[in-house]
């Protein structure tokens, strides 16, 4: 019995541990529950400067337009994250839906 307390503690451990890397990425904490260990965190969309980037395309004749559209799929949308500790005490984290 002492072993599974002893394994639990060290998953809330690394559960608070990846929480906090994950705050310091720029998300934010929506949802948290301390019975169940789990957390749901947000990170916003960010803003692309499309102008500075169609510069960078026309000097780089095309090739800065890979990055450009890279940073459009990948910035442009909110993401929310599911982080929790299971039964077993293992971590995991899943990626939310949004609408």
């Known amino acids: 019995m002492e072993t599974y307390q002893f ?3 060290k998953s809330l451990d690394q559960f ?3 929480i906090s890397a994950k ?3 720029g998300f934010v ?3 948290h ?3 169940l260990p789990y957390v749901v965190l947000s990170k916003e969309k960010k803003a692309i400067k499309h ?3 169609l510069f960078l395309t026309c000097i780089t004749f095309g090739l800065w337009a ?3 559209l890279y940073l459009i799929v990948s910035l442009s949308r909110k993401q929310n994250i ?3 500790v299971d039964e077993d005490g293992n971590l995991f984290e899943d990626i939310c839906l949004s609408a």
């Open 51 to 53: 102008s500075f980037h």
């Open 7 to 9: 394994t639990k503690e």
């Open 33 to 35: 529950n301390e019975k």
């Open 82 to 84: 599911l982080l929790a």
């Open 23 to 25: 705050k310091r990425n």
């Open 16 to 18: 608070y541990e990846m």
């Open 66 to 68: 890979i990055v450009w």
């Open 29 to 31: 904490v929506i949802e």
